[in-house]
């Protein structure tokens, strides 16, 4: 399994669940998909599996914006 791929799974390799509750979605990690962690609450605006999956933020009242994981890649020459 691909690194962002673990997100909001019971196999989650990027969030700190240690520090925060964890992220939940009912019917997982897709575009369109709504959940959240805590009270904190978003929807996947974005998702490329292994490129980048993008939330907006729906709640708390105040909260507005995006956040992101994203996976880049960088090729050294030689």
């Known amino acids: 399994m691909e690194l962002l791929e673990t997100l909001a799974t ?13 992220m939940k979605f009912k019917n997982g990690i897709r575009t369109g998909a709504n959940g959240g962690h805590g009270p904190i609450r978003y929807s996947v605006e974005k998702y490329e599996p292994n490129e980048i999956i993008q939330f907006r933020f729906s709640k708390p009242e105040g909260f507005n914006g995006i956040h992101k994981f994203e996976i880049l890649y960088i090729r050294f020459l030689s």
Not at 10 to 22: G, H, L, R, S
């Open 10 to 22: 019971e196999n989650d390799k990027i969030w700190p669940t240690e520090k925060w509750p964890a």
